[in-house]
Structures are given as C-alpha cells and as structure tokens.
C-alpha cells in the first residue's frame, strides 16, 4: 500500500493520488491526514488482528504520528520539518513495534533514504503491464531502450505507457541484475573458498599417511 500523508496541505489530494496510480498501477493508494483520524481507516483495515504491517518511508513523512493517531495517544516522539529546507529530522532512531487497538501489529521505522531489492522475483507481477508488452516484442531479451520492434517503446510513443513507468522498471531491472551479480561474485568467492579449505584438508591427510 502506498500511502500519502498529510493530504490536508494540499487543495485535492486526489490529484496527487492518480498521479501515483500512474505509477504503480494495482496498488493500493489512499490520501491521509491525522488530522481527519477516518481518513486512516484504510490503513486499519490492513492491521486486523493476526497481521503485521511495517511503515517505510523518509524522514519527516509522518509515520511516527500516523502510528499515534492509529493507537489513539502519543505513544512516539514526533518533530516538525525544518523550515530552512523542509527536510525531516530524525525522530525515530530504532524500529517500534507496537499493537493497534483491536487489531494487528505495527512497525515504526527510522527514516529511510533508499531501499534495495529483496526479492527479484516480483518485478514481472509488479510490472505487468510491462511484462504484457514484452510478449509483443520482436526480440525475446528486449531490454526495452532501442531495439527494434520494441512495444514497450512503441506503447510510450503512442501514450499507452507512460515513460516515467518505463523508467522506473528500467531501474528496478538494473537494480535486479547488478544484485544477481553481486550474489554470483560471492558464490564465486564463496566457492574458491571451499576449494583451498579442501585442498589444504587433503594435503594435510597425505601428509600425515605419509608419516604413518
């Protein structure tokens, strides 16, 4: 679920949230305010009882007082933007978790400035509409940049897509592949390590037939 917060600063938060619905198409997105407590209501209804949920965002967002006004008192130290950049300040300095009134559990996290891949697997069923494109290409490892026959590329140029979507997966898939680099290097590493432990283990024991 994406969640914009203090959607009381702006004239129609739903502007902001079709705009984000462009981005993350099938995603759950919902405008709140702790100021209008209903307004997180959807949000309670992901924490029902047996369910675990985790807020991850920048600093300065909210998250410590949305979990307030979800337990219903000041329960976290919260803290203002600075006026001089409107950057927030670090209030939340260790992860928090606590129980939502009749319901499930929830995470409070310090604020994050990026976050990497666990899993690679789901970028096909985060972009789908992507992945539904590429059936269509005429090459079938089309990266979706100059090939030709590209329907990625043609559905951006028609506006079927949109390119910041496109540049988003793009991202994603780089992110993807530097990752699965980094783990082959380290089953490499991780291998040539084995390979000396078993050499030097096998050397030792001729050694000791030897001397016996």
Known sequence: MIVLNKADLVDDPQVQVDEMR??????????VTTRRPASLDPLRAHL????????????????SSIVNSLVGHELLRTNDVRDSDSRGRHTSTNRQLVQVPDGGLLIDTPGMRELQLWDS?????TFADIAGLAEQCKFRDCRHRDEPGCAVT????????????????????AE????ERQQDERAQIDRKRQGRIGAKALRKHLKEKGSS
Not at 22 to 31: E, Q, T
Not at 48 to 63: D, P
């Open 121 to 125: 697997g789901g970028l096909t069923e």
């Open 176 to 179: 993807r592949e530097h990752s």
């Open 22 to 31: 462009a981005l993350a198409p099938g995603v759950d997105i919902h405008a």
């Open 154 to 173: 043609a559905a951006v140029a028609s506006g079927e897509l949109a390119e910041s979507r496109r540049a988003s997966f793009r991202k994603l898939d």
């Open 48 to 63: 029902a009882i047996g369910r675990t949920g985790a807020l991850l965002g920048s600093s300065g967002v909210g998250k």
